[in-house]
């Protein structure tokens, strides 16, 4: 069966230092993957999705980049966390030409 | 742009109510339209899509391309069904959620 994790499920960090969210999905090949920031009345918001190795796409333009140096591995990054870089975060995968999604657990970023 | 709209942020029900979620899309063609639940504490799932015309713990939603809604209904709500749900069209565009509270 497919799993998905990502970590670190908190992650508590100070203006200006950088950032690195990990995803991984395990028991498929060729995901595609996302990443979506979550927030309180604003719902999910689609920052980054991936068809393939190095193949990235962003919805958003912000603080923040993803990578995807393996097939199965989708990173969230950014060089220096600005405070509005706080929130939930959570990484999902689809297979290619269908629709549902299956999300991890999420990570929540405080940036103080 | 495509576009999915949930109009509620919160809907508060009494145990026993019908419920209806409201969902309305801007996509052009023939959209795949989901609706997504997040229990406390646990992640974001699937409940229902629209293809499979199924009903999932007595929840239905029927896609109305001439109204371009896609509301999610129960007719008897329980309190095991407080939630947020989330409406979703093609993988990458969620409306903003709606929060439903059953009461006993």
């Given at each position: 069966s497919?799993?998905?994790?990502?970590?670190p499920?908190?992650?508590?960090q100070?203006?200006?230092?950088?950032?690195?969210?990990?995803?991984t999905v395990e028991?498929?090949s060729n995901?595609?993957?996302?990443?979506?920031r979550?927030a309180?009345?604003r719902?999910?918001?689609?920052?980054?999705y991936?068809?393939?190795?190095?193949?990235?796409?962003?919805?958003?333009?912000q603080?923040l980049?993803?990578?995807?140096?393996?097939?199965?591995?989708?990173i969230?990054?950014?060089?220096?966390?600005?405070?509005s870089?706080?929130?939930?975060?959570?990484?999902?995968?689809?297979?290619?030409n269908?629709g549902?999604?299956?999300?991890g657990?999420g990570?929540?970023?405080?940036v103080? | 742009?495509?576009r999915?709209?949930?109009?509620?942020?919160l809907?508060?029900v009494?145990?026993?109510?019908?419920?209806?979620?409201?969902?309305?899309?801007?996509?052009?063609g023939?959209?795949?339209?989901?609706?997504y639940?997040q229990?406390?504490?646990?992640?974001?799932?699937?409940?229902?899509?629209?293809?499979?015309?199924?009903?999932?713990?007595?929840f239905?939603?029927d896609l109305?391309?001439?109204?371009t809604?896609?509301?999610?209904?129960?007719?008897?709500?329980?309190?095991?069904?407080?939630?947020?749900?989330?409406?979703e069209?093609d993988?990458?565009?969620f409306?903003?959620?709606?929060?439903l509270l059953?009461?006993?």
């Amino acid at each position: 069966s497919q799993t998905i994790h990502q970590w670190p499920a908190t992650l508590v960090q100070p203006v200006g230092s950088p950032l690195s969210l990990e995803c991984t999905v395990e028991g498929t090949s060729n995901p595609n993957l996302y990443w979506y920031r979550q927030a309180a009345g604003r719902g999910l918001q689609l920052l980054f999705y991936s068809v393939g190795i190095g193949q990235i796409s962003s919805e958003v333009p912000q603080n923040l980049s993803a990578s995807r140096p393996q097939d199965r591995q989708f990173i969230l990054s950014s060089k220096k966390l600005l405070l509005s870089d706080s929130g939930f975060y959570l990484c999902a995968w689809n297979w290619q030409n269908t629709g549902e999604l299956f999300f991890g657990e999420g990570s929540r970023l405080t940036v103080l | 742009a495509q576009r999915v709209t949930q109009p509620e942020k919160l809907l508060s029900v009494f145990k026993g109510a019908p419920v209806e979620l409201k969902c309305n899309y801007s996509y052009s063609g023939s959209p795949e339209l989901f609706w997504y639940v997040q229990y406390s504490r646990q992640r974001l799932q699937l409940l229902l899509r629209h293809i499979s015309r199924e009903s999932i713990k007595g929840f239905t939603a029927d896609l109305n391309k001439g109204e371009t809604s896609f509301h999610l209904k129960k007719p008897f709500a329980q309190e095991e069904d407080s939630a947020m749900y989330y409406c979703e069209g093609d993988g990458l565009t969620f409306g903003k959620g709606t929060m439903l509270l059953v009461s006993p």
